[in-house]
Protein backbone atom coordinates (compact mmCIF):
# COMPACT_ATOMS: atom_id res chain seq x y z
CA UNK A 1 0.00 0.00 0.00
CA UNK A 2 2.85 2.56 0.96
CA UNK A 3 4.46 1.39 -2.47
CA UNK A 4 1.57 2.58 -4.41
CA UNK A 5 1.18 5.40 -2.37
CA UNK A 6 4.17 6.84 -2.85
CA UNK A 7 4.13 6.05 -6.63
CA UNK A 8 0.80 8.44 -7.28
CA UNK A 9 2.57 11.03 -5.14
CA UNK A 10 5.72 10.55 -7.17
CA UNK A 11 3.45 11.12 -10.38
CA UNK A 12 1.43 13.47 -9.08
CA UNK A 13 4.64 15.74 -8.49
CA UNK A 14 6.32 14.99 -11.93
CA UNK A 15 3.07 16.34 -13.61
CA UNK A 16 2.97 19.44 -11.59
CA UNK A 17 6.51 20.32 -12.55
CA UNK A 18 6.21 18.99 -16.04
CA UNK A 19 2.99 21.17 -16.46
CA UNK A 20 5.10 24.33 -14.86
CA UNK A 21 8.17 23.62 -17.29
CA UNK A 22 5.22 23.69 -20.08
CA UNK A 23 3.45 26.60 -19.02
CA UNK A 24 6.77 28.81 -18.59
CA UNK A 25 7.44 27.70 -22.27
CA UNK A 26 3.99 28.86 -23.50
CA UNK A 27 4.07 31.57 -21.29
CA UNK A 28 7.84 33.14 -22.80
CA UNK A 29 6.13 32.18 -26.58
CA UNK A 30 3.07 34.09 -26.28
CA UNK A 31 4.42 37.20 -24.04
CA UNK A 32 8.40 37.56 -24.29
CA UNK A 33 9.43 36.46 -28.02
CA UNK A 34 7.97 39.39 -29.69
CA UNK A 35 10.65 41.25 -28.21
CA UNK A 36 13.66 38.44 -26.73
CA UNK A 37 12.96 36.39 -29.60
CA UNK A 38 11.99 32.93 -30.72
CA UNK A 39 15.30 31.28 -29.17
CA UNK A 40 16.10 34.30 -26.35
CA UNK A 41 18.67 35.84 -27.83
CA UNK A 42 17.26 39.82 -28.18
CA UNK A 43 16.49 39.40 -32.03
CA UNK A 44 12.74 39.60 -31.79
CA UNK A 45 9.78 41.11 -34.49
CA UNK A 46 10.20 44.31 -32.51
CA UNK A 47 13.93 44.73 -32.19
CA UNK A 48 14.13 46.97 -35.36
CA UNK A 49 11.55 49.40 -33.80
CA UNK A 50 13.02 49.55 -30.14
CA UNK A 51 15.59 51.84 -29.26
CA UNK A 52 17.02 49.71 -26.43
CA UNK A 53 18.46 46.09 -27.34
CA UNK A 54 16.20 44.02 -25.32
CA UNK A 55 18.48 41.37 -23.04
CA UNK A 56 19.85 38.17 -24.53
CA UNK A 57 18.47 35.44 -22.43
CA UNK A 58 20.99 33.08 -24.08
CA UNK A 59 23.84 35.06 -22.84
CA UNK A 60 25.43 33.25 -19.70
CA UNK A 61 27.97 35.29 -18.87
CA UNK A 62 25.39 38.35 -18.96
CA UNK A 63 22.16 36.48 -17.28
CA UNK A 64 24.65 34.75 -14.63
CA UNK A 65 25.52 37.95 -13.37
CA UNK A 66 21.66 38.55 -12.63
CA UNK A 67 20.01 37.30 -9.00
CA UNK A 68 16.90 35.34 -9.24
CA UNK A 69 15.26 37.50 -6.82
CA UNK A 70 16.73 40.39 -10.07
CA UNK A 71 15.22 38.24 -12.82
CA UNK A 72 11.50 37.64 -10.49
CA UNK A 73 11.79 41.51 -10.19
CA UNK A 74 11.78 43.08 -13.55
CA UNK A 75 9.22 40.75 -14.85
CA UNK A 76 6.80 41.74 -11.82
CA UNK A 77 7.70 45.27 -12.02
CA UNK A 78 9.23 46.29 -15.66
CA UNK A 79 12.21 47.40 -16.80
CA UNK A 80 12.43 50.37 -14.21
CA UNK A 81 12.14 48.64 -11.04
CA UNK A 82 15.83 47.84 -11.66
CA UNK A 83 16.78 50.68 -13.56
CA UNK A 84 16.61 49.11 -16.75
CA UNK A 85 14.23 49.69 -20.07
CA UNK A 86 11.17 51.34 -19.89
CA UNK A 87 10.32 49.39 -23.18
CA UNK A 88 10.13 46.11 -20.34
CA UNK A 89 6.37 46.19 -19.28
CA UNK A 90 5.69 45.34 -15.94
CA UNK A 91 4.24 41.04 -16.07
CA UNK A 92 2.61 41.41 -12.41
CA UNK A 93 -0.85 41.93 -13.14
CA UNK A 94 -0.69 39.08 -16.46
CA UNK A 95 1.44 36.24 -14.49
CA UNK A 96 0.96 35.02 -10.73
CA UNK A 97 4.21 34.36 -8.55
CA UNK A 98 4.49 30.87 -9.19
CA UNK A 99 4.22 31.57 -13.06
CA UNK A 100 7.05 34.02 -12.77
CA UNK A 101 8.99 32.17 -10.80
CA UNK A 102 8.60 29.21 -13.49
CA UNK A 103 9.63 31.90 -16.21
CA UNK A 104 12.62 32.81 -14.14
CA UNK A 105 13.85 28.88 -14.25
CA UNK A 106 12.76 29.02 -18.16
CA UNK A 107 15.37 32.29 -18.85
CA UNK A 108 17.99 30.20 -16.65
CA UNK A 109 17.36 27.38 -18.98
CA UNK A 110 18.14 29.39 -21.82
CA UNK A 111 21.20 30.66 -20.84
CA UNK A 112 22.52 27.12 -19.05
CA UNK A 113 23.50 29.22 -16.34
CA UNK A 114 22.75 30.01 -12.74
CA UNK A 115 23.25 33.32 -10.38
CA UNK A 116 27.11 34.27 -9.76
CA UNK A 117 28.17 31.04 -12.09
Not at 5 to 21: E, R
Amino acid sequence: MANKFLFVLTAVLFSITAHAKESAVDNYKTYCVQCHGLKGNGNGVNVRDMSVQPRDHTDAKSMSGRSDEMLFKVIKEGGPSIDKSILMPPWGDTFSDDEIKDLVQHLRQLCKCKFGS
